[in-house]
């Protein structure tokens, strides 16, 4: 049974369409994350599920109920706000209590929510902090009292919005590591929404991509890196994005598959001989797939960016730019330098040109 | 070094003297002058006065005539405050909605502020005409009755400044963040326990600043008295400011500047007095 389910979920503001007929199932235990650029539908998504919006057309379930009509407030989520929203008028203690209070049930008198409230403060660090007001504390603590207050409850459904885009760097990936434990620790169902790739590579067990309110893909962040269903996803996953450019399938008959294109010829596996010879395709290869070697796609370097572990060059293939993530840990390469590119047959993507979906591979 | 610190001294009088100007003139020398004022007693003319010193201030401070005036006040003041603040925040919730038309009613509610004292009095003035008016009510507004004629006045005062505390309330609202009664939402309250749990002590900082303003407002109302009552019936709506205006003349003129400067102390005091017990239930958001 899935703990969450959209089916046929349209919403619409005036004129625009913020998401567009939105199918997907959330297993219980999840920890989905809608992943996609900034106006793409997914907080609209996630504020549909806590009932913070109305969906225009489509039914929203959570466990076996339909929660259309059911007031956010009944509805079991609890959610981190991007700016976290504390009270900031009251104490930790009681931005945590909060939620006990306003889902009063009989088992709950204020001795066992203070007990709640200290346990979970205790489990996020927090307990030094309790008699503090938000004002006081720094950005970190306020998104571990905003935390606390969502889970202190225990809710069917833990909804995120952006939780680490207001923190620096260093606390952003110490906090992943941190969500990823809870989440596992809790077993509860997770979704999280994000524009940034990486904590939906690193923390997701599944990924929604989507893009101009429409669905792009499902899938385990593996899947989504390796077999993306379109070019939108292709080069939104990944840094720097994946290398498109168009190129003709040639099938040879002894088993020796190409592609042509404008900056030379690449060699294409077997997946890809249930296409027509001499299709117009779109070639995908990322970055981190093509590697200097003695022959290849001739290419000039334009520019290189040297990170220490690893250096982007950016050169000229052809008439294309394109990307190549360099980590042999080799000497720099200067601008003007002319090299030779390969790319494994296993690493290449091709896409329809027209509609930008990933085309049929024959199974190997 | 130091006759650096002499220049940045001098700059800084300097840059001072314009506004100690403006508040000398307008303000600190006419306060001295009624204090001053108040230690003298007036000839018939005025072209000669006699020192009196302070008992002048005791004899008039502790008289019949300033308790009473203030008693009045004080009820003008009661009548007032609470009620408009009350009304002003119910408006202003009504009206903080995003509604197709919404602004409509935002501008009937604040246009109040618009209308002149004078203008609003004389409007109630024939509302609450015994005889004619739609308001009068010898139960409650009777302007001809002395217990009840307050309320009468009470009612002017409170839609007078209707506008004022529907505007400050409502910006007070829209300073609430969206997300945070999301949040109170999804914690399980509706919007009544919201509003008392979180909006309210979110605002208290407005309404402790409208409060203030209000008071005073109330211990300085003179326009709508003038026009609605006169001061009567029988002196029942002689606040401070209407007797303190009613000795103008010459002879009358000390014992004016003494209730002058008591209804400057009592306005000081009570304000003061809110402030302080306001601010300890106050929130400030840092």
Known sequence: MSAISFNGVTKRFDDTVAIDDLTLDVGAGEFLVLLGPSGCGKSTALRILAGLEQATTGTISIGDRVVNDIDARNRDVAMVFQSYALYPHMTVAKNIESPLIGHHSEDNDKQSRREMVESVAARLGLESLLDRKPGQLSGGQRQRVALARAIVRRPAVFLM???LSNLDASLRAQTRAELVELHRSLGTTFVY??????????????????????????????????????????????????????GELKLGADGQHFVHTAGGTVAVDGRWAGLADGQDVTVGIRPEHLTIADQGLPATVLSAEWLGYEQILNVRCGDDLIAVRESDGGELIGSGTNLRLSAHAADIHLFDPSTGLRLAEAST | MRSRRVRNALAGYGLLAPALFVFAAFSFYPLWRVIWLGLHEQNRTGTNQRWVGVNQYTDVLTGEEFRGGLWITAQFVLLTVPIGVVIGILLAVAANRRLRGIKVFQVIFSSTIASSTAVTAVIFFVLLEPSIGYLSDPWIFDLLDPDRAIFAVALTGVWQNLGLTFIITLAGLQAVPDDILEAARLDGFGPIRSFARVTLPMITPTLLFLSVALTVFGLQAFAQIDVLTGGGPAGATETLVFKIFNSQEPRQLGEGSVMSVGLFLVTGTVATLQFWLLERRVHYAN
Do not use: C, K
């Open chain 1, 161 to 163: 919005d952006e939780p």
């Open chain 1, 193 to 246: 929404v994000t524009h940034d790739q990486v904590e939906a590579m690193t923390m997701a067990t599944s990924i929604a991509v989507l893009d101009e309110g429409r669905l792009q893909q499902t899938g385990d962040p593996r899947t989504i890196y390796e077999r993306p269903a379109n070019a939108f996803v292709a080069r939104f996953i990944g840094n720097p994005a994946m290398n498109l450019t168009p």
